[in-house]
């Protein structure tokens, strides 16, 4: 069932995966095929095709048509896995993922820093159905790991780095110690993309928000989720099916369109981020930059060892002279990066997210406010000269508070 060439590098591959047959009247691009009926020339035909659904025939609007399986052949080839099920958001990518995996009785291991939404999934309808979650660690050892699998144990969950807090987590290990217990490893695989190949590290099914990098300018919402072996697409196809997941075509189409320029755009988000990254370790109001493709910073022996690159999200950790009220004035006195949720657009955003964080398994990795950046096309010496000047009013303004108050 191997559908994609690895023989081609990257960005190859973006330029000509999921490209239209010739029956396409030889237009370049894939076609946008909306739809919803599918109609066949008789009953016998539509007969012999109803069973398929497993191999993306096409017999109804809801199990995907040419725009779709065309973006499902580049995710597929993006994470170096077979087949790809694209479903309406990242968080949809996950929860499909949870449901072909986990049933009632059964239990999986979060990591502690896991995405938000993913942690609500599994303190509110997975809880509800009996599915049971531990928190773990995200730098737990292996014989840490081992101590809180359990004979219900089908899903050990990773998300490395963590979107917020940037720990990584040593996946191979963790793949290990699933396989060893006949677990699951699903990964979140939204910051690594192409970067982490995750079949190669014994991940058996990889989420994508593909709202991120692969759409690519901040204006569709996708989800994508990417197995190796046959046995595992027909556990993620039929949950997506069964849950009645879809996406429209048109958002598909747009991200088939942001991909082809996704390794381009990746060279610059990860260079422009480590340049960021640098300038502000070295700046007195910052205390540590959580940026794991940074020398030095929490991770990066992790990151060397498996990753082939880096995106343009990284977390700082202010010192004490910036309290979550100099944070937050900080974020509003920059003029070039949005304040958002989100990320892997085109645009620079900036998160204050300390605030926003559940941790139940242990701190945060550093006691100062936490901050996160997108770094995104802009020219990063702009994007350097707008910290600096944010920077320099808000600690000058501390100063001055600081005198009234002595
Ligand atoms: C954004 C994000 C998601 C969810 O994606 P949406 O498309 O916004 O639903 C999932 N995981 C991670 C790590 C994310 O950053």
């Known amino acids: 069932m191997k559908r994609n060439d690895r023989s081609r590098h990257f960005r190859t591959m973006l330029a000509h995966a999921g490209r239209p047959p010739r029956s396409e009247h030889g237009f370049v691009n894939a076609p946008l095929h909306r739809g919803s009926t599918v109609l066949f020339p008789s009953v016998a035909m539509r007969e012999a095709y109803r069973g398929k659904a497993l191999d993306q025939a096409l017999v109804y609007g809801a199990q995907g048509g040419p725009t779709h399986h065309a ?93 917020h807090t940037m720990e990584m987590q040593d996946v191979s290990m963790l793949a290990g110690v699933a396989h060893g217990h006949g677990a699951r490893l699903i990964l979140d695989n939204t910051w690594g993309l192409h970067f982490f190949q995750p079949f190669e590290h014994g ?40 849950l009645g997941h879809y996406a429209s075509p048109d958002d598909c189409w747009l991200a088939l369109r942001g991909a082809r320029t996704l390794a381009i755009r990746l060279e610059t988000h990860m260079r422009s981020g480590l340049a960021v990254a640098a300038w502000l370790r070295d700046r007195p109001e910052i205390a540590a930059v959580l940026h794991p493709g940074l020398p030095g910073a929490p991770g990066h022996d992790l990151w060397r060892r498996d990753f082939t690159g880096a995106c343009g999200l990284f977390t700082v950790a202010f010192g004490a002279s910036f309290g979550p009220a100099e944070v937050d004035a900080f974020a509003d006195a920059l003029e070039l990066f949005g304040i958002g949720a989100s990320w892997g657009g085109f645009e620079s955003l900036v998160l204050p997210t300390s605030a926003s964080i559940t941790r139940t398994a242990g701190a945060l990795p550093h006691p100062g406010v936490l901050c996160r950046f997108h770094v995104g096309l802009e020219d990063p010496l702009d994007l350097i000269a707008d910290l600096e000047q944010a920077l320099a009013r808000i600690s000058s303004a501390t100063r001055s508070a600081g005198h009234e108050g002595a």
Request: proline share 4%; aromatic share 6%; net charge negative.
């Open 71 to 163: 973006l499902e052949d580049v995710v597929a080839a993006i994470e170096g896995g077979t087949r790809s099920q694209i479903v309406s958001t990242g968080v949809a990518a996950v929860t499909t993922a949870l449901f072909a995996y986990l049933r009632s009785g059964d239990h999986c291991l979060m990591p502690d820093g896991v995405y938000g939404p993913t942690r609500r999934f599994c303190e509110t309808i997975a809880r509800d159905m009996g599915i049971e979650t531990t928190y773990y660690r995200p730098g737990l050892d292996a014989s840490g790991v081992e101590r809180l699998m359990t004979p219900r144990t089908r899903v050990i969950f990773a998300e490395s780095p963590a979107s």
């Open 203 to 242: 991940v058996d099914c990889s989420v994508q928000a593909a709202t991120k990098y692969i759409a690519g300018h901040s204006d569709v919402m996708l989800g994508a989720i990417t197995v190796a072996t046959d046995a595992d697409w027909e556990r993620v196809r039929r949950a997506a099916l069964v």
